[in-house]
């Protein structure tokens, strides 16, 4: 059986082989009616028609692959933005590469022979743009994902970060906390550099705050808030709100082996909504971050920049979540 063209799709469809191309490429709006994108889709619907991608592709001179640069596989939320970045991308005919640095957050290495013949652009998750110059950071089509808006790149798509933290903030002043422990990342990066900032801001008059580091493990958050919390009672933090759900399940575990009890003794705070926030117990009060989401935009932005067409969007809203780690302040001896 003879494969069906365009043309054949064209002749069905009653249109010219331009207009199959604009349909079936998704680049009709505003150049031909819905109607005769709809008389087109149903032409090739019947006609079992798929496009040539691999000959379109060698004519345009790309690769519809797009390469999504993280810091890491071991935490979720960057699968959980690569599960939103491939699902835009397959509706447009892209495939997208996850690519792990083998350095974190330190400079990135290129994993082809040539990022700029593999790859039509990049899209980066919580990394700098000036760590991405080994993949061609600075020649192909970048779009930032949580990172600094001041920053290289094309586009940026970020999260209300700070609006996170002011949540988290005023949820524990309300249950009057004043004395506050900060359980931050070690990582020195934008966007935990905006939650402290945050922090700090919203802290009203009359409150205390301690800030200790810890690496982005439950071990390393544990040994950390082990020393942290033991001081005496009346100098001891009554919340401790921490920059992600991994250093607050550490939190959690230091509290329980010091004797303390989550909430009536010591509240606990997570970032991220991780599938390890409703794990522990109690579970975690944390910051929503819609991680498929700002994959979804992270692609739509990097489609517009190939198009041509100038992209800005606001910063995707976050939410709090309130679950048991959280609750009243205890009462002073």
């Known amino acids: 059986m003879t494969r069906p063209t365009s043309r054949d799709v064209a002749t069905a469809a009653g249109v010219s082989q331009a207009t199959v191309s604009l349909v079936l490429g998704d680049k009709w709006r505003g150049r031909v009616s819905e109607r005769t994108a709809d008389l ?3 032409a090739a619907t019947t006609l079992g028609y798929r496009p040539n991608l691999a000959a379109r592709n060698l004519r345009l001179g790309t690769t519809r692959t797009a390469l ?5 596989l071991t935490n979720e939320f960057f699968a959980r933005v690569y599960t939103g970045a491939a699902r835009i991308a397959a509706e447009h005919g892209f495939g997208v590469v996850l690519y ?3 350095d974190g957050t330190g400079p990135a290495r290129d994993p082809f022979a040539s990022a700029r013949a593999a790859l039509d652009g990049v899209i980066a998750s919580s990394m700098a743009a000036d760590t991405l110059e080994a ?3 600075a020649t192909l089509p970048l779009v930032m994902l949580d990172s600094d808006p001041a920053a290289g790149g094309s586009a940026h798509v ?6 996170g933290m002011r949540q988290i903030v005023h949820h524990l002043q309300d249950h009057g906390h004043r004395r506050f422990l900060h359980l931050a990342s070690a990582i020195d990066t934008w966007t935990f550099r905006v939650r402290a900032e945050a922090l700090t801001t919203h802290l009203g008059p009359h409150t205390e705050l301690r800030t200790v580091r810890a690496h982005l493990s439950v071990d ?8 942290a919390l033991a001081t005496p009672g009346h100098d001891r933090p009554t919340a401790v709100i921490c920059d992600d759900d991994i250093l607050a399940a550490g939190a959690c575990k230091a509290a329980r082996r010091l004797g303390l009890r989550i909430p009536q003794d010591l509240s606990v705070t997570g970032f991220d909504d991780l599938a390890l926030a409703t794990a522990v117990e109690p579970e975690l009060t ?21 198009e041509g067409t100038p992209w800005t969007a606001p910063d995707l809203p976050v939410n709090l979540v309130v679950r048991d780690s959280s609750g009243p302040a205890p009462k002073a001896p």
């Open 68 to 72: 999504l640069v993280v810091p890491a």
């Open 286 to 306: 944390t910051i929503h971050l819609p991680a498929e989401r700002i994959g979804e935009q992270g692609m739509t932005a990097l489609l517009a920049v190939l």
């Open 100 to 102: 792990p640095s083998p």
């Open 40 to 42: 087109v889709r149903e």
């Open 135 to 137: 993949i061609g950071g």
């Open 220 to 227: 390393a958050a544990r040994t950390a808030m082990e020393t």
């Open 158 to 163: 970020n999260l209300a970060m700070a609006d």
